[in-house]
């Protein structure tokens, strides 16, 4: 068989979207994605204070590590737990609202880290 030049065979393949796409999304859960998103919230607002891995050294000596968190509460303990956070805020956090999917996503993150 004659083979393509590889500009042609890549143009052949960008143009079947099956070709791009089939290979990525099936693996892509709403799961993963809530904990991404999760994440991304830890990142912006906890990190500050806490080690948001599974373990390590948090920034400030007295804020567990998400790992140690993860091992405390069961999954409706830890939304509880963060409700609590949104309302009253603790330990030199101000309080801050966390809407419902935030908490959710940082819920779903939380629950899944791994010891690595
Ligand atoms: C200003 C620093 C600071 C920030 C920012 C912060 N925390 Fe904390 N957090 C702490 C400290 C300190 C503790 C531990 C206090 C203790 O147990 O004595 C703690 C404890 C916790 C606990 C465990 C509470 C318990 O009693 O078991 C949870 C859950 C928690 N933080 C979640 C969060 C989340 C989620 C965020 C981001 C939205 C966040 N924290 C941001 C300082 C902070």
Known sequence: MRRLPLPLLL???LSTSACVSLPIYPFVTEEDTARHRGYNYAQDN????????YQGASKNPQAPAFGQI???Y???GLERELDAVSEVGHFG???RPIS???RTDLATYIENLRRP
Not at 46 to 53: T, V
């Open 93 to 95: 956090m101000q309080p």
């Open 100 to 102: 419902p999917t935030d």
């Open 11 to 13: 143009a052949a393949c």
């Open 46 to 53: 906890c990190a500050g204070c806490h080690q948001i891995g």
């Open 70 to 72: 993860q091992r405390s």
């Open 74 to 76: 069961s999954r409706t």
